[in-house]
């Protein structure tokens, strides 16, 4: 009772925590000194993250940022001249990631940096120097655990599935495989699906499964209740279309693309998995507990107002 309660309580995070994904910093050197900025940051309840990035002492901007405002980010670009000596042993720092809860993906030359609320600034390195690919498993790692929308939906196969462990495994490796075809293909460009559509399909996806998992003892078992891993199957490739949607935004090195994407998707089963085990000990022993079905109800309401909050605007554009 106490365990699902403490998942209960974590339920009203996850309905304001719509996918906090990292902002992204590319700095591209040009000739004599002058570097183009590109910074996206993070939309979270409509509006961009308070963070603001700066840049070298020497970098000074040569006219204003220009910016866009999208649903998903606020993009601004601008150009800054940084001297004869350019970015190199210059250091770059994003301020407000302490309050902000993500990250801060930078880009310089051939490498790739990560800035957290721990190390809110670096040393940008010799073009072609430091870290590249390697970013990308924290960033995936990262990108699941504050994903609470698919963490939501694993944590309903556990409920659905029980301590049906083979069952379990199966279910959890079909939902895997099914989310990193999709990774791989959409993040390469292969096919092209519209963000939004797909996370309110994702919404979708969890409201089903809280319906099915609010089914009364003893009723007739449904598809999902008798083969969960085909329902895992189709449900992941929907959610690896969301995690490549995010991966979009930020972008894949050049050079690095396969080995980034590689170690991206691995980050994200590792979270994954530890957020599985994590759960299936929490729920051990619980299938008959009188939260589950405040838990069940609970994840009913989040997936439905995500399901309104995602897909009101696309039927706002179709109207209009």
Known sequence: ??????????????AVAHELRPSYL????????????VWRTAVASGAPMPLEVVLPSRCKPVAPPVATLTPSARVSRWTADCGAEGLAGGTVRVEGLDRSGTDVLVRVGGATLVLSADVP????????????????LPLGVEHILLGA????????????????WRLLLWTVTAFTLAHSVTLVIAALGWMDFPTRAVEAVIAL?????????????????????????????????????????ALSEIGLPAGDVAVALVLFNVGVELGQLGFVAFAALLLRGSE???ARRFVVYAMGGVSA??????AAPIVLDFVG
């Open 1 to 14: 009772m106490k365990r699902l309660t403490f998942l209960l309580l974590l339920l009203p995070t996850a």
């Open 26 to 37: 590319e700095l591209v050197p040009g000739e004599g000194g002058r570097v183009d900025v």
């Open 121 to 136: 600034e670096a040393m940008l390195p010799v073009p072609g120097e430091g870290p590249g690919a390697s970013a990308y």
């Open 149 to 164: 929308d698919h963490l939501l939906f694993v944590l309903g196969l556990l409920l659905l599935v029980g301590q049906r």
């Open 205 to 245: 996806s969890i409201l089903l499964l809280a319906v099915e998992l609010s089914r009364p003892a003893g009723a007739v078992p449904s598809l999902a209740a008798r083969w969960p891993w085909v329902f895992a199957l189709v449900c992941g490739l929907l959610h690896g279309l969301g995690f490549a949607g």
């Open 288 to 290: 008959r507990s009188p």
């Open 305 to 310: 107002w995500w399901l309104i909050d995602r």
